[in-house]
């Protein structure tokens, strides 16, 4: 965890319309090497007499976007009784941001556990003889070699530009409450790094959705041009 404090402008931070690489400053990167990689990262920034906020970056091979958000609510939630109900020792998590680790629930109606178990030596030797003749294959060409007729996202059409949606609106990341109410702004930083628009549910608890989206200054010039004139009322006349 990395504690930080700035004298940038708070309340632009939390406008809904900012260029993205402000909000670089306030989340760290995950540490990763050879031997071991961090699964989190965290950074609190603190804006003296106007707020603070947290960042943070996951290991997405270990955690993902709904782990996070039962993380901060649960965090938030422990803050929350210690802070406002004055409690020395938090209360127990409520069921639905309690960690469920039984795996028995999972059904396994072909008995492929138990076959994995009373065959693990044979597994395990099978498994070290096909890894030792995959780095053979290696020794006289490329890692990269092939790569890319292998990946699973190249079958698009030329030309036609990729956009994902990170997120959802089921995550309740504004449900993050650690005693001075809501958050007044969740965003995701990498949107302008990895050609992406967020998904995540109304701070105002419309019931509605919250899109974040970061395009080059032309193209959200064009974007926010299209998007007036789709609130435009229209008219039809039969005749």
Known sequence: MKVAESSADFDHLCSEVHDAIESHPYVSNVSISDTIASTLAIQITLFPNKGFCIGHTINHAVLD???LSFFMNAWARICRQLVDEKMEIPGLLPEELTPFFNR????????L???RRSNEREWVAYVAKRLAEMIKGLENRSIFEGAKERLPYNDWEP???QVRASGTNRFGMYGADFGWGKPSNVEVTTLDRVDAFSIMESKDESGGVE???????HEMKLFDYILDELKRPFYVWHI
């Open 113 to 115: 556990d138990m076959w």
């Open 159 to 161: 030309d036609i530009r």
């Open 65 to 67: 976007g709904l782990s």
């Open 211 to 217: 899109a974040g989206l970061v395009l080059k200054e």
């Open 104 to 111: 028995t629930v999972v059904q396994d109606p072909e008995g």
